[in-house]
């Protein structure tokens, strides 16, 4: 059934699709998430918004979503289960509909103790596998996950994320595979420095049917120096950034250049590989380089659908 949602129709007319990220304020300023929105406009076809990302305490990813359709581009709400029960969750999920969100994408959330309230009680009540079921039962059966029917469904574009590079590699797939089972429509990959260990899992993804039933965008981060290369392979879990990588950043004439041409070189082998149908810029407080990235990738102008 039908979201109706801007990203799915890109997808399903076999557009290479371009979502991005924004991180709303510390604050009650709403003017930061509509400034990063003015930066976006026309050039994805879709924008994150980040729900208490490294749980630091921030503006909340719904609210934030609805000042993105009020300045015309269209949210993906990050819905994760270590702040909330399932009981908060469906109503947010009824609330976040019922204000105009057509996507959702589902996480488990980082643990509290990397946070600015280390102290507080998780809930992690339903793992992020839950999530997708119980949103695509209350979307295609109008049905709570406790089973009571509902009038109007929330009709969503349900996403979630997968990570190529984590170890045990084995498993990768295996739990790509469990997701769409799950219900999943589509998934934005983790940033993607080591393109062979991506291809690796491409393709064992591809020999399984999965990248059939799913729409994957992969995860592309620029970077900014070779000190930021080095913190993400040695600090990040589940991050492979490539020492070749790190070299070429140390020794680039403009460091922060380099990485936007590194951005730009993966999306161009990206684009070529079977079973990608988009990309997923996480331009981390550098939003200002993502029309820079698009544009010079080629990816201009956004399909209108």
Not at 30 to 59: C, E, P
Not at 79 to 100: E, H, K, P, Y
Not at 105 to 111: A, E, R, T, V
Request: charged share 30%.
């Amino acid at each position: 059934m039908k979201s109706e949602s801007n990203l799915e129709k890109v997808l399903e007319a076999g557009k290479f699709a371009v979502t991005s990220e924004i991180g709303p304020p510390k604050s009650a300023d709403g003017n930061v998430v509509r400034k990063k929105t003015g930066i976006l406009k026309n050039f994805v076809d879709a924008a994150n918004i980040t729900d208490n990302q490294t749980a630091i305490v921030r503006l909340s990813s719904i609210a934030a979503a609805s000042i993105l359709l009020q300045e015309g581009i269209e949210p993906v709400a990050q819905m994760t289960v270590r702040d909330r029960n399932r009981i908060a969750i469906q109503s947010d999920i009824l609330g976040a509909a019922a204000l105009g969100v057509k996507n959702v994408l589902c996480l488990s959330g980082d643990h509290q103790k990397f946070g600015n309230h280390p102290s507080s009680k998780n809930v992690f009540d339903i793992d992020s596998m839950q999530l997708i079921r119980m949103l695509k039962d209350m979307r295609d059966a109008k049905k709570f996950q406790c089973g009571d029917e509902m009038d109007v469904e929330p009709r969503l574009f349900i996403g979630a994320a997968a990570n190529p590079f984590a170890d045990p590699f084995e498993f990768r797939v295996h739990r790509l595979a469990k997701k769409i089972d799950a219900g999943v429509d589509f998934i934005q990959t983790q940033g993607i420095y080591d393109i062979n260990r991506f291809e690796k899992w491409l393709e064992e993804a591809r020999s399984e049917g999965l990248t059939e039933k799913v729409y994957i965008l992969g995860g592309v981060i620029p970077l900014k120096s070779a000190g930021a290369a080095k913190y993400i392979k040695n600090k990040v879990a589940g991050m492979i950034v490539p020492d070749s990588l790190i070299d070429r950043m140390k020794n680039a004439a403009d460091p922060k250049q380099e990485g936007i041409k590194i951005a730009i070189e993966t999306i161009e082998q990206l684009k070529d590989m079977k079973g990608v149908h988009g990309v997923h810029i996480m331009a981390i407080e550098w939003e200002e380089k993502v029309p820079e990235i698009v544009k010079e990738s080629g990816l201009l102008p956004r399909p209108s659908v």
